[in-house]
């Protein structure tokens, strides 16, 4: 193991994500996250408390600002200095006793907090949470280069390979450190599901190659409830396939793309990604707010959407899984093998990989994505092919025209909103009609409305 930087100092028992998540899913809980972030350590202390208080099975995040997550500390040490807001926490520029001090009596076994960033070069970052006595982050070599910097990708390999390898060396100290790869996330929104189960299901590989014995693997909500529970059953599947380690589970993100700008239409697109969850068995769920067209959330946002995802329970048995040998499945197994093929090391057959358009991600315009492939929203409200360049999968079947115009683009980024925010009969077939499978199971709460007060609140409150 690499040496940390500084010995931890936890302030009690180590917290284990692994294990939390492990109990609670044993409960039959489905456990709700923010993605929270504020920058005067008294406000993050304030979300932090509101987050476990909420009234759900919750996780805390503390989500870094962009300043920190490029390593512009120098804007960092302005905006301290002369009191402007950050859009998030600068873990890296605050003393960790500050921020021992912030989570004390908060962060325990009872309410893991993780951190959440977005770096190709998180070094300072990990060494900063580490001393702060926090084991549990998230992202990837990938997921966090490509759609965030122009960093070459292969040093962000090398940095995430000397930073995983580096918190791993937490067992030293008796905690268990957890990593979640954010490459189920890819961009966002247009990037086929196949794709992101594949890039989920390497990242995680490559933090375990590295030493990592607790893993989370993402998916991000897209266009179609039917697709999705496809995708979520094949990333578990090649997970329990293909994972050395035991200890790992299943992370859904409610959708990142545009966002409703509707506080109905919001609600019901967070209340469809906790069918999503529930109904594939995932046991954790990212949520986003009512606010997330306007600006930044506030607590009483946050904690709004907290409780109406977290309400969303199975009041009977599951259903069935999607088939086992779905489209998405095979896709997404082929391009793990193809990618494993090309090199023992998974980090450097990720840039062999990427390299030889092996992995190509639509839209993304990092300067090592070769930027062949091509997606698009089809007439059933799924997220498909039109072009997939150099992936070893099979060819898109033509039929009709699905030439990617700037006017198709546009239409297909909105889609969700417009579906969302103004019903299906504003996209091709609407992804808000095409719930799929288990549609008919009930559920606590319906997402057509909410009846709790504290999001009646929250709908008269905008964005900070």
Known sequence: MTPLARRPEFGGPPVDLGAF?????????????PRMGFSEPSAMRAGLAATRRAGAATVGTITLDSYTRVGDLAAVARALETGQPLN?????????????????????????VQVRHGSAAPRKIFDALVAAGLTASEGGPVSYCLPYSRTPLAESVRNWADCVRRFTALREWGAEPHLETFGGCLLGQLCPPSLLVAVSVLEALFFCQHGMRS????YAQQT?????????????????E?????????????????????????????????????????????????????????????????????????????????DADSATYEEARDLVAAVLNLAPDIGRALLLAFDRGYLDVPYCLHPDNRGRTRSYVADDGSLRWSDTGSLPV?????????????????ADLSYVRRTFDHGPET??????????????????????????????????????
Request: aromatic share 6%.
């Open 21 to 33: 998540v492990r109990d609670a899913a044993d409960r039959g809980m489905l456990l709700v996250q």
């Open 427 to 464: 996209g091709r077939a609407g992804a808000g009609s095409a719930l799929g499978p288990g549609d008919g199971t009930a559920m606590a709460r319906s997402d057509e409305g909410c009846d709790d007060p504290f999001v009646g609140e929250a709908h008269a409150v905008g964005g900070r």
């Open 215 to 218: 893993v989370s693997v993402s």
């Open 242 to 322: 293909l994972l050395p380690v035991t200890d790992w589970h299943v992370v859904v993100y409610t959708y990142m793309g545009l966002y409703p700008t509707t506080s109905r239409g919001a609600f019901r697109l967070l209340g469809q990604s906790a069918r999503l969850a529930v109904y594939s068995g995932s046991e954790r769920l990212i949520v986003k707010t009512a606010a997330e067209s306007r600006g930044i959330p506030t607590v009483v946002e946050n904690v709004a959407a907290l409780r109406y995802a977290g309400s969303f329970v199975p009041t009977k048995v599951v259903p069935a899984e999607p």
């Open 88 to 112: 998030g926490y600068p873990i890296t520029s605050i003393d960790p006793a500050i921020t021992r001090a912030m989570l004390a009596g908060i962060l325990g076994p009872d309410f893991p």
């Open 394 to 410: 099979r060819r898109p079947t033509r039929s009709g025209d699905h030439r990617i115009t700037s006017d198709r683009l546009l």
């Open 224 to 240: 179609q409830l039917a697709q999705d529970l496809e995708a979520v059953a094949a990333l578990r599947r090649l997970c329990a």
